[in-house]
């Protein structure tokens, strides 16, 4: 079968893979508070490396050298970098500006989640460690592993189409219609707990289903053009991206059967 040669094809392309994300048994499965922070400790990972795809992106389309110097591609210039100003610096609940990650971990606290392994991971990251030791070092959740390293896999191709297709599809595309649902699915009887978890999905049912998901399809669509090789590789990322996080799903959603288990084991052995 031919390769996509325009959003549209590509989308409808991988509409299956769509279908299978969206329609995931995950969203049914949070059903208490315990399940939505089993959810959050493995999901802050992904909005982690949300941000390396994106910075990856502005790295490629910008120039973020000193000396500065003025690049040829001013539309995915600005394309991305609007995209970073909200993802990076959003106006934050109660006035100031936060990265959607910092809103995420402010949410998990908020929760009771459990925060210490993915403090452990930045923290090593920041002092320079590498993905691969920082994951392991920092005791990361196997589900988070195995997603954060399939999007550095993509990374590491060097690919522009590649990731940005990975970023587009993989990622703000789908990313409202996953949201409505967890929002829809939400324990209402949380004691006001997720009260900043679902203000960080509304902002990003909004954002990316108004703002971020149309710019950078366009983004994708300027950076393809009429390349046919360029939208083979977009193919193949967003492709890849969409499977990792049916996998990452699938994986998540067995570590809140698991911690169910145990949650019952322990119960009962306080009650023999």
């Given amino acids: 079968m031919p390769a996509p040669r325009t959003y549209d094809a590509l989308e409808s392309s991988l509409a299956p893979l769509r279908a299978e994300l969206v329609a995931h048994p995950l969203y049914g499965s949070l059903a208490t508070l315990d399940d939505v922070r089993c959810f959050q400790e493995r999901h802050v990972f992904a909005v982690w490396d949300f941000m390396s795809l994106l910075k990856s992106l502005q790295r490629a389309v910008t120039c973020v050298d000193v000396p500065w110097t003025p690049r040829a591609d001013r539309l995915s210039a600005r394309l991305i970098n609007e995209i970073v100003l909200g993802e990076e610096s959003d106006d934050a609940p109660g006035g100031g500006y936060t990265s959607h990650f910092e809103l995420y971990r402010a ?12 403090d452990a991971f930045v923290g090593r990251i920041r002092l320079g460690a590498t993905v691969e030791d920082a994951l392991e070092r920092a005791e990361t959740p196997l589900a988070a592993r195995r997603f954060v390293l399939d999007t550095f896999a993509t990374l590491r191709t060097h690919s522009l189409p590649r990731i940005a297709a990975a970023f587009t599809l993989g990622r703000e595309d789908v990313i409202p219609d996953m949201f409505v649902r967890l929002v829809d699915d939400l324990s209402r009887d949380s004691g006001g707990r997720l009260a900043l978890f679902r203000e960080y999905l509304e902002r990003h049912i909004h954002l990316d289903g108004e703002r971020h998901g149309p710019m950078a399809k366009r983004l994708l669509e300027h950076v393809c053009g ?4 360029a939208w083979s590789e977009a193919h193949a990322g967003a492709r890849d ?20 288990v145990n949650s019952t084991t322990t119960v009962a052995a306080a009650r023999s």
Avoid: Y
């Fill in 107 to 118: 949410a998990m606290e908020e929760a009771g989640a459990d925060t210490r392994r993915v």
């Fill in 226 to 229: 009429d390349d046919e090789h």
């Fill in 241 to 260: 991206a969409l499977r990792s996080r049916i996998q990452f799903w699938t994986d998540v959603r067995a570590a809140l059967s698991s911690n169910a």
